[in-house]
């Protein structure tokens, strides 16, 4: 059986374009560490809802379900070890921009 | 319908607020704001479970992370602040017009999608799929969570 979804999901991939780019200029244009792990966090956001709104048109929400959760646990653990990096970081160099990275050794 | 089109215009509107205030403090709180209003849009679509997780992991533990994060660091001096937010102004007052011109965009290039409902014989229950259909995945879970326990670990002995 085929059903004309046009609508549905044209509304959906119109935002989830929208928070994508949300992310990834905030990724590209931020000096700041902290923003730069908001930015990823908003693509992870904008990536979820593709998976459920794919999971609704094709009509197996149980599957996209059980890989939003995946999604979930990877990116506690990205978040988790990225503030331990940030953290580091601003002990090191007692600020939060990216730009003084330059300064690492290696 | 359009009770999913208004919670898609505040998501959408609460991520472009996580990206351009000035405050870290404020765009930890607007992404915590974007993730429930996820949470009740996959309520809306039938996914209560990935919901829960949703609300409880991202909406609550990132939250939690972010706002500590931001705690252990120290404020700007006014000066300087001032300096940066004029600065970030001047860098992000280009996304709004970006977004506008991808609306546009998107609207002259969609087209009729036409989807192939699945067979009878799809599993429904989640349950199911987790653990008999995906169960690779939950290894794969396992594995990443033992890495970033270790990484965290590793990143704490390195400070003493």
């Known amino acids: 059986m085929v059903i004309d979804f046009s609508q549905f999901f044209w509304l959906f991939f119109t935002f989830v374009v929208l928070i994508l780019i949300e992310g990834l200029y905030c990724i590209l244009v931020t000096y700041n560490l902290m923003r730069v792990l908001i930015g990823l966090e908003i693509l992870i956001k904008a990536v979820t809802l593709l998976i459920i709104v794919g999971g609704y048109l094709s009509g197996q929400m149980a599957l996209a379900q059980t890989l939003v959760i995946t999604v979930i646990v990877i990116e506690v653990v990205v978040v988790m070890v990225a503030a331990g990096i940030v953290l580091g970081f601003y002990r090191e160099y007692d600020s939060l921009n990216v730009r003084n990275a330059r300064n690492m050794k290696g | ?160």
Request: glycine share 6%.
């Open chain 2, 1 to 160: 319908m359009n009770i999913i089109l208004v919670l898609l215009i505040c998501m959408a509107l609460a991520g472009l607020w996580a990206v351009m205030t000035s405050l870290l403090l404020r765009a930890a709180i607007a992404l915590a704001l974007t993730s429930a209003i996820l949470t009740i849009i996959m309520f809306r679509l039938g996914a209560p479970l990935a919901g829960v997780f949703e609300l409880s992991v991202c909406a609550g533990l990132i939250s939690v992370v972010f706002i500590s994060v931001i705690s252990l660091t120290h404020r700007l001096p006014l000066q300087e602040y001032l300096k940066r937010r004029q600065s970030r102004i001047s860098r992000f007052i280009f996304l709004p017009f970006i977004l506008l011109a991808a609306v546009i965009i998107i609207f002259f290039i969609h087209k009729p999608i036409l989807v192939t409902l699945p067979a009878m014989g799809t599993i429904t229950e989640v349950r199911s799929v987790m653990w008999d259909v995906r169960r690779l995945d939950l290894f794969g879970q396992i594995m990443v969570l033992l890495a970033g326990v270790y990484g965290v670990l590793i990143l704490f002995k390195g400070r003493q």
